[in-house]
Each structure stands twice: as structure tokens, then as C-alpha cells.
């Protein structure tokens, strides 16, 4: 098993472009997560989704759209980036909720907005 | 709001040292507090995952405690190795679905 596999890996952009990041798991999970880690702050959750077709605002939503087409997939899209956007973002997924459920995650991906 | 607050943010142990690392939270009705080891420039690996009906869980050499009345757990690592060098971190949930994680304590253990 793969676990959960993030592309890319590192991703440089001009302010206003606009990316799309993926998240795929192969262990079946229906809850899946992004984060984003900056210096000093800890991982922030910026959104989520519960299962196929559902998703939800975390803590820090803003400048981001989350789609989840695929049970398996849970793709992050930023439609004009902002140099505030620059971070670490890992996903992450779990069989059931965060109150109950062992939290996996991918590898991240490393975004620079110049 | 949830706090999570680890001490110290940084530790430096000569190898074959127990060492116990912190974390402290301020609301205490969570239902489990979860372990990750970070890498540099790598993702959370899963150490540990405490529900709080548990007092302690262990995993060769780690063992976790959480004291949720007084909003405290501990990570313990036996016989440390330069392998263990890593950033831990600690998280709870908050909510049905956020996880609220510390900044880590960065562990470096010199051989």
C-alpha cells in the first residue's frame, strides 16, 4: 500500500496564478484532510470532507476550494494565489472522525507564491 | 479555543538517554490525543494514539501517558537513538473533525 501520496512535491508560483493540488489514498478511508504548516503555528486545517461528494471548512478556508470526487481523491485548489499562501500542505486521511480515528499522512507539498 | 502547547521546543540528549517530552492542552473533554514524529522536510508519521478512556499506550521503546483532568500528556522515549532526531508533535481533536496540534518539540540525540 501506498499510503497517502501528495503531487507535486514542490510547486513555485506568480501571485494570481492559479494550481490544483492532489491527494490520493489507497486504504479505503472516507474521512480525508488538508493542512497547511507554517513556521511558529503548527498544522491548521483548511478543509475536509467526510465522504464521497461532502466537504467542509476547517479553521483557516480562505483563498481555497476542495473538491472530492472520488472517494480516494481529495483535490486542494487555490484559483489566484497569494504570497500569504506560501506553505507546507499535507494531507491527511482517517477511517472515521478525528474524535475517534488514527490520523495518516502524505508526504506534503512545499508552495512558494513570489 | 484549544491550546496545545509543547516544552521545551527544543532538546539536545546524549545517546542512550530516557527523555520525556511535554504536551499540555487547555480544554480537557477530548476524546483521544495523538503522537506524530515529523522529519525534516517529511510528512507526520503516526507514533501513538491515546483514547481517553486509556491512561497509557506503548510502542516499543514510546510510551505515551495522558492525564485528561489535568489537561497533560507525556511522550516517553526509552534509550534514546540518533534515529529518534525528529520534530514530535502532539494533537487533539477539536470538533468532530480538526485535529489542533502544538509546534513541536525538536529532539536531537547525539551520539
Known amino acids: 500500500n501506498a499510503g497517502v501520496t501528495q503531487t507535486p512535491k514542490f510547486r513555485v508560483l506568480k501571485t494570481g496564478q492559479s494550481m490544483t493540488l492532489l491527494c490520493a489514498q489507497d486504504?479505503?478511508?472516507?474521512?480525508m484532510y488538508w493542512y497547511r504548516q507554517d513556521p511558529g503555528m503548527g498544522l491548521r486545517l483548511i478543509h475536509y470532507?467526510?465522504?464521497?461528494?461532502?466537504?467542509a471548512k476547517g479553521e483557516v478556508p480562505d483563498g481555497y476550494n476542495v473538491s472530492r470526487l472520488k472517494k480516494q481523491n481529495f483535490l486542494l485548489g487555490l484559483e489566484s494565489a497569494a504570497p500569504s499562501q506560501t506553505s507546507v500542505y499535507f494531507c491527511?486521511?482517517?477511517?472515521?472522525?478525528?474524535?475517534?480515528?488514527?490520523?495518516?499522512f502524505g508526504p506534503g507539498t512545499r508552495l512558494t507564491v513570489l | 479555543k484549544q491550546e496545545v502547547t509543547q516544552i521545551p521546543a527544543a532538546l539536545s540528549v546524549p545517546e542512550g538517554e530516557n527523555l520525556v517530552l511535554n504536551c499540555s492542552f487547555t480544554?480537557?473533554?477530548?476524546?483521544?490525543l495523538q503522537w506524530f514524529r515529523q522529519d525534516p522536510g517529511k510528512g507526520l508519521t503516526s507514533l501513538l494514539l491515546?483514547?481517553?478512556?486509556?491512561r497509557e499506550q506503548t510502542s516499543g521503546r514510546l510510551n505515551a501517558s495522558l492525564d485528561k483532568s489535568s489537561g497533560r500528556s507525556t511522550l516517553y522515549i526509552a534509550a534514546s537513538q540518533p534515529g529518534d532526531s525528529a520534530t514530535y508533535l502532539c494533537?487533539?481533536?477539536?470538533?468532530?473533525?480538526?485535529?489542533?496540534f502544538g509546534t513541536g518539540t525538536r529532539l536531537t540525540v547525539i551520539p
Open positions: 494533537a487533539v481533536p477539536t470538533g468532530a473533525n480538526n485535529l489542533f
Open positions: 486504504m479505503n478511508h472516507e474521512y
Open positions: 470532507s467526510v465522504g464521497e461528494g461532502t466537504t
Open positions: 491527511a486521511s482517517s477511517y472515521s472522525g478525528a474524535n475517534w480515528g488514527e490520523q495518516f
Open positions: 480544554d480537557s473533554a477530548i476524546y483521544n
Open positions: 491515546i483514547q481517553s478512556s486509556q
